[in-house]
Every structure is written in structure tokens, then in C-alpha cells.
């Protein structure tokens, strides 16, 4: 197996794990912080931290693994894979990691609304991410005739 074979199925799995897991923080985790109370929420928020460890070393992987792809396939699939895969890191640092910090101080139903509401961004592009993958994926397999 080459080194680009193991780069791209590295960034399947990782991209895969990820959209999994921004639905069920979409649709679970995220409307679940509507029942904590307000004046419990930044306690609990700060606890919540411990989820870095399981999407923080992943994202980095899964950017690096797509930014190596693009920088070997500059085809339009690889462009538009990788420019949704910008669009949830800017997301991510313009709108949910700042959120989440503040968050950690003063909880508002408003805040804990726009956090859900800004995530949309991420699962849809996540979602698009995986479809445009699996074409990739589907023109690179070798089937025997």
C-alpha cells in the first residue's frame, strides 16, 4: 500500500468519525444543554472540556490527511472536499470554541441557541464532506472484472 493509498483512507475513517460524531452533538449533546440549569451550566461546561481529547488530535488528522490530499490530487473534488473542510475549522474557531469558552463563565439560553444554530454549518458541511468522499472513494477502488 502507498503512502497516499494510506494518507487517503486515514482521511475517510477520520472524516467519517468526525461527521458521525457532529450529528450526534447536533441532535443529542448540544439540545441536551437546553435541560442543564443556567446556573449550573458553566460547571458542567468546563467538565465538558474532557471532549477535546476525542475531537481535537482528530481534526488535526483528518486536516492534515486532507491538505496532503489536495496538495497530490488537485482535481475539483479534492478543491471542494477541502474547501467545506476549511469551513468547519473556521467555524470551529470563529463560533463554537468561543462560545463554549463563554460559556464556561455565563450561561444564556441565547448563547447555548446560537451554539446549536452556528453547528449547522459543520454537519451540513461534514455531511457534503462524506458524500464528495465517497465518490472519491468509489473512483479509486479497483474492482475485478
Known amino acids: ?13 477520520t472524516s ?18 437546553r435541560e442543564i440549569p443556567l446556573a449550573d ?3 458542567y461546561e468546563r467538565k465538558n472540556f474532557v471532549t477535546g481529547y476525542v475531537t481535537v488530535p482528530i481534526m488535526i488528522i483528518e ?15 479534492y478543491f471542494v472536499n477541502t474547501g467545506f473542510l476549511v469551513l468547519i ?12 469558552f463563554k460559556l464556561t463563565k ?6 447555548i441557541d446560537k451554539l446549536i444554530h452556528t453547528n449547522w454549518m459543520r454537519t451540513i458541511s461534514w455531511t457534503i464532506r462524506i458524500a464528495i468522499l465517497a465518490i472519491l472513494l468509489s473512483q479509486n477502488l479497483a474492482f475485478p472484472e
Open 1 to 13: 500500500m502507498t503512502t497516499l493509498e494510506i494518507v487517503f483512507i486515514t482521511h475517510i475513517v
Open 16 to 33: 467519517f468519525y468526525m461527521a458521525g460524531l457532529c450529528w450526534f452533538v447536533q441532535v443529542v449533546h448540544y439540545p441536551l444543554f
Open 41 to 43: 451550566f458553566p460547571k
Open 63 to 77: 486536516l492534515a490527511t486532507g491538505l496532503y490530499l489536495l496538495y497530490h490530487n488537485q482535481t475539483t473534488l
Open 89 to 100: 475549522v473556521l467555524s470551529t474557531a470563529i463560533f463554537q470554541v468561543p462560545i463554549h
Open 106 to 111: 455565563t450561561a444564556t439560553s441565547a448563547l
